[in-house]
């Protein structure tokens, strides 16, 4: 067989790119194998640090956390990194790598921040200070978000330190402070920066996997909406003797109206909650069947629940996922102490959180809920409505995205199997604000699992996935570093803002 000159010199080149290019990748899985002690001593650095963004208090640790990221940052051999302010008291902290202005760009996303701690005695161990024990470190932020964005800063280390770079795809870092209390100087902050954000697409280092060995991609997070509802009906408490039945009181009265948001069925009364939610898909219900939920498990054995419950005519992962709900999150009113204290209480205050689907919007929620009060008003009293400032739209993936499927080859090299496509009923508020202000699709790609117990006391990460973790961002990025400048999609723009 003939082949000529050129398509030798061709596939010689070929070859030698795919030597290259494997040879770069055993590179850095090299490099992170040999650093895995020191890489969980980072982590036990990080989790230390109580940068917690509920509280301010804790505005010092924040600001701590966020210069510790920045040297971590610096030390992985990212460039151009810097500690920068938002509208609020909490920065982000940004580096990048640009291998080419041509090349395509990945931004990378995760948080520094972490919720409250409490309740501090039902903690084994203190959450700021870690502690590994039987496979797992303990602490708050171990899983959410510090072990998530940490090793993939560590697996960008490996790629440009110990794989030889980057050839054809930039890589941009974006850790945030405000996550934990959704994020509300962040589209501000996106829109201000967003020459300097600009990408191809979006990978979130927040979020996890199904099991060890059930990889997952989730294709979509709620959205979410808060309010206050305080009912005042007198100057002060009164005598319940003395007045009970002469004047209205709060506690029922809001009790009522919060009772007339809902119907017997477990669906929300308030019109217009359900207009903008969209079908149920058979390719949704195919995600479902495949992920084959055991509610038993997962609610009863899992959280305790007498049974499961909610909207007629939904599964529970239907519910969770792709449904909307409203939820009583907090009430308060009268005596609730030790012994009885017989009085009409002057106020009753309770607390409204809604998780959206996709197409709905949080301000649109917050009028249908504000416009239900004001015509179910109760009588005799003063009803005021407060926004929390907890509003997030919801995001979703399209499956088809060239960005998933690549992930989805890494990570049945990793976990060693077909990942399940999922959605979450929680918020993160950043996806969908870098669909909106960025113009780019974010893949969610971390590895807490649902045991590490984030938000709760004894939040733990399990260490072999935090290293599973860090190898899969490492493969991945070798792998949309091999796409070149005209991979899926097409020409890459100019994204270095150098």
Known sequence: MHVSR???????????????????????????????????????????????????????????AADWVKERLLSAGLQNVEILPTKGPRPVVFGQYISSPEARTVL??????????????????????????????????????????????????????????????????????EEEVLSPHLEDFLAAHASLLAADFALSADGGQ????????????????????????LARDVHSGMYGGAVQNPVRALAQLLGSMFNADGSVAVRGFYDRVRPITQADRDDILAYNYDEDEELKGGVGAVEAYGEEGFSSLERLWLRPTLEIVGFTGGHTGEGMKTIVPATAVAKLAARLVADQRPGEVVALLEA????????????????????????????????????????????????????CGATIPALAAFQTLLGIDTVPFAFALPGDGPHAPDERVKLSMFHKGREAYVRLLHRLDGWGESGPGGPAEDRSEL
């Not at 850095?28 to 917690?52: F, G, M």
């Not at 199904?210 to 009906?233: K, N």
């Not at 409505?385 to 995205?401: H, I, K, Q, T, W």
């Open 210 to 233: 199904v099991g060890e060995g059930r990889p997952s991609l989730t294709l979509g997070y709620r959205g979410a909406a808060g309010i206050e509802v305080q009912v005042d009906a």
């Open 372 to 423: 239900h009060i004001a015509a179910h008003h109760p009588p005799a009293c003063n009803v005021t409505v407060r926004e929390m400032g907890f509003a997030a739209n919801p995001y979703s993936l399209d499956r088809a995205s060239p960005v998933l499927a690549t992930a989805a080859e890494v990570l049945r090299e990793v976990l060693g199997a077909a990942p399940l496509h999922d959605r």
């Open 108 to 177: 990378i996303y995760g948080h520094y921040d972490v919720q409250p701690p409490e309740p501090l005695d039902k903690w084994t161990s203190g959450p700021f200070d870690p502690e590994e024990r039987d496979g797992f470190l303990y602490g708050r932020g171990a899983s959410d978000d510090k072990g998530g964005f940490l090793a993939a800063v560590q697996a960008v280390e490996a790629v440009l330190r110990g794989g030889g770079g980057l050839r054809a795809l930039n890589v941009k870092v974006l850790i945030e402070g």
């Open 6 to 64: 050129q398509a030798f010199a061709i596939w010689a080149f070929a070859l030698q790119l795919l030597v290259s290019v494997s040879a770069d990748l055993e590179g850095s899985l090299a490099y992170t194998s040999s650093r895995h002690d020191s890489y969980v001593k980072e982590l036990k650095e990080i989790v230390s640090i109580p940068s917690v963004s509920a509280q301010s208090a804790h505005l010092p640790d924040l600001l701590e």
